[in-house]
């Protein structure tokens, strides 16, 4: 059974940083793409919009223009983790972060496996 679990939300001040988590289980991250998506306050789930990315062809790695230079996702094959590194957290960063085995950066993600997310709220 494919799982996959977050951690590591919380609040922070305006240009703080946090470092998100993603442990799966049931598959090998390596097999294919992983990608972090996030939903802001009041937002319906059809516009989870996606933030960073690992391709599951290339293994490159792709960010959304509104977190490029300040978010870092990185992936550790042995643990079977991925992560993401958030600095200079804005206001605007608050949202419950997903991570999927999917990518969707500027586009609707295809059917994949979701976590139950966890909430990043940036305030002062």
């Known amino acids: 059974q494919v799982q996959l679990v977050e951690s590591g939300g919380g609040l922070v001040q305006p240009g703080g940083s946090l470092r998100l988590s993603c442990v799966a289980s049931g598959f090998n991250l390596d097999s294919g793409a992983i990608g972090w998506f996030r939903q802001a306050p009041g937002t319906p789930d059809k516009e989870r919009e996606g933030v960073a990315c690992i391709s599951g062809s290339d293994g490159s790695t792709r960010y959304d223009d509104s977190v490029k230079g300040r978010f870092t996702m990185s992936r550790d094959s042995i643990k079977n983790m991925a992560y993401l590194q958030m600095n200079s957290l804005k206001p605007e960063d608050t949202a419950v972060y997903y991570c999927?085995?999917?990518?969707?950066?500027?586009?609707?993600?295809?059917?994949?496996?979701w976590g139950q997310g966890t909430q990043v709220t940036v305030s002062a």
């Open positions: 999927a085995t999917v990518c969707g950066i500027g586009y609707v993600p295809g059917i994949g496996h």
